[in-house]
């Protein structure tokens, strides 16, 4: 491609809505648009980095056994109310109404389709395994969306869906799709993490995110230091050793008093207690229920573990006035000692046997010193209710837990019955038994890939694709337009290297070489072939690799080779 027909215009100032790295260069580099909040226009460049992410995807997923079909963005209502979905999934799903008043929306997600498509055709059991995939565009009307195709409204996806005779036979198909991603995310050139993930609603099934290292990614996850255990710290299980329980009894509780101390932080250095000698207590409402849940004072409540424990379909912190009705006093004074009306009081294990703790009195301005669990309160029920962190022991092997941040490229997840029993899903098997499908889906983000590729890999200057995600393999640079020994050097090795099979950016522009060399850096290519009159008097160019390593003279006879070489 000649860059002077080429449609990619490189801006040199930083968008200002820009929050993240690759928003702000795939923007400058020329790769997208913004069309809408979350909604963006893939640009030449883009659009062939996102084919060239889709063509991975399809490869790998055909590799797998996966059969790519293409389905409806815009879906009739009654499927989803079917599957119970029409009413629960809220407002991040675009709704619409056809000229005779029924009622589609745009697909966020396909199981219901797909699991329409399978009910109708397939009746028996011969006809499974069956995996279907898709590469195609979804909507979902995120609240916030952010960080360019980080988390867009409008979003490419690649969804895949598997139907089993048996728990099985699924399991198999959810580890053939879980090889299948490992060499996804490992061709794609980024550097991911497998994590366990929490598996929502259906307990019991299996669920792996991909996770791209990044320091701008949205999610937190641990990996073990030892073991190969790595979760999402939402899903993260922790085994809290019990710590003080044979300690002697405290002196007896004391109230003093804290004027306008609130939070942990500040009675901590008003009162000169450790923060983990607190006992934290959030007044939570449960499905309309209020719960007192107790955490040491250094620890983070996890709303999924607590969720999962109560069996619970929303869960909040409680209104000021809710925390006022039970305590009596302010949000901030809260305490286990003397609490008023609770369904019930939970705490996380790390709170069991602990003694000397520091509580809120249930009173404005004040404290409860020498507070002992079991003897100055009860509690109903222990469990493992806080967020992992840094440092926290492994679950598996009792190794360092260490924190990272997670970019979600991917997600698998064992669906089980869910969709084949509210939609009858069913099979005949060999005894001509009537069966539900056991299925799993699996998705990956396709566009999330092009961002979660830059956020791992640039620096100060542009974008360093990954070779395998690069717009083009290699990039000539003719320094002096004006010179035809090196206007015709730039074509001939420009002809020669597509020839020989690469796909090639020629900076034919009349630009200064500077503003040449910075757009290269700019977009990243992972190769540049720069041509000046002086090199050609001495027949060589100079190449450089867009990340590491130098300047290096390449005789123009051996170019090709030393390309194709590069690239290998
Ligand atoms: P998230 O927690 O990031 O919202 P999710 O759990 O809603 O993700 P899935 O429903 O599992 O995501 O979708 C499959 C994949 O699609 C995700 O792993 C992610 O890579 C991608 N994806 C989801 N939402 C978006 C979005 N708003 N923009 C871009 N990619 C997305
Ligand atoms: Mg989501």
Not at 75 to 87: D, H, I, K, T, V
Not at 227 to 240: F, G, P
Not at 273 to 279: C, E, L, Y
Not at 337 to 349: F, K, L, M, P, R
Request: glycine share 8%.
């Amino acid at each position: 491609m000649r860059m002077t027909r080429l449609h990619a215009p490189t801006l040199k100032e930083d968008p200002k809505d820009a929050e993240v790295t690759s928003h702000r260069l795939l923007v400058r580099g020329g790769f997208i648009r913004k069309l809408a909040a979350g909604i963006y226009d893939y640009l030449p460049l883009g659009h062939r980095v996102l084919r060239k992410i889709q063509e991975i995807v399809r490869e790998e997923m055909d590799r797998a056994g996966g059969q790519e079909v293409f389905l409806p963005a815009v879906q009739p209502a009654e499927l989803w109310e079917e599957s119970g979905r029409w009413g629960k999934y809220g407002p991040e799903l675009l709704r619409m109404t056809d000229r005779k008043g029924a009622d589609f929306c745009f697909g966020p997600t396909h199981e219901e389709v797909i699991v329409d498509l399978v009910r109708r055709d397939v009746r028996s059991w011969r006809a499974l395994p069956l995996n279907l995939y898709q590469i195609q565009t979804k909507f979902r009307d995120e609240i916030r969306p952010r960080a360019g195709l980080m988390r867009g409204r409008e979003f490419m996806m690649k969804d895949a869906y598997s139907f089993d005779v048996d728990d099985a036979a699924a399991n198999e198909s959810y580890d053939q799709m879980y090889e299948a991603y490992q060499r996804i995310f490992t061709r794609c050139g980024l550097d991911f993490r497998p994590v366990e993930a929490d598996t929502g609603a259906i307990g019991g099934s299996r669920s792996h995110e991909f996770q791209v290292l990044a320091d701008s990614g949205e999610d937190a996850i641990v990996s073990c230091d030892t073991c190969d255990y790595a979760a999402n710290t939402e899903q993260a299980e922790l085994t809290q050793a019990a710590v003080t329980e044979t300690a002697a009894d405290s002196a007896p509780r004391e109230l003093v008093s804290t004027p306008n101390q609130r939070t942990i932080d500040e009675v901590s250095a008003y009162l000169k207690r450790p923060a983990s000698s607190f006992i934290k207590t959030l007044i939570v409402d449960v499905d309309g229920a209020l719960h007192a849940v107790l955490l040491r004072g250094d620890h983070e409540l996890n709303e999924i573990k607590l969720g999962k424990l109560l069996d619970a379909d929303h869960i909040g912190m409680a209104s000021e006035e809710a925390v006022k009705s039970v305590t009596g006093a302010p949000i901030g004074f809260a305490g286990p000692v003397g609490i008023g009306d609770v369904e019930s009081i939970i705490a996380d294990n790390a709170v069991r046997g602990l003694r000397g703790g520091v509580t809120g009195a249930n009173a404005a301005d004040a404290h409860l010193l020498n507070v002992d669990e079991g003897r100055d309160f009860e509690v109903s029920q222990f469990a493992d209710l806080r967020l992992a962190r840094e440092g926290d022991a492994c679950p598996r092997c009792g190794g360092r837990l260490r924190e990272h941040r997670g970019i979600e490229v991917g997600h698998v997840f064992f669906l089980g019955t869910k969709y084949s029993d509210a939609m009858r899903c069913n099979y005949l098997d060999e005894n001509a038994v009537e069966r539900p499908m056991v299925m799993g889906c699996y998705g990956i983000g396709v566009s999330r890939i092009m961002a979660a590729a830059i956020e791992q890999n640039h620096d100060e200057n542009g974008i360093v694709w990954p070779k395998p995600l690069a717009p083009y393999d290699v990039t000539i640079l003719p320094l002096q337009m004006n010179k035809d020994d090196v206007v015709e050097a730039a074509d001939s090795i420009y002809e020669e290297l597509r020839s020989a099979g690469l796909s090639v950016l020629l900076d034919d522009r009349k630009e200064r070489a500077g503003s040449k060399f910075k757009d290269a850096e700019l977009i990243g290519i992972p190769l540049r072939i720069a041509i000046g009159g002086r090199g050609l008097a001495e027949g060589v160019v100079e190449v450089k690799p867009r990340q590491g390593g130098d300047v290096e003279k390449v005789p123009l006879a051996d170019i090709v080779s030393y390309v194709t070489e590069f690239l290998a």
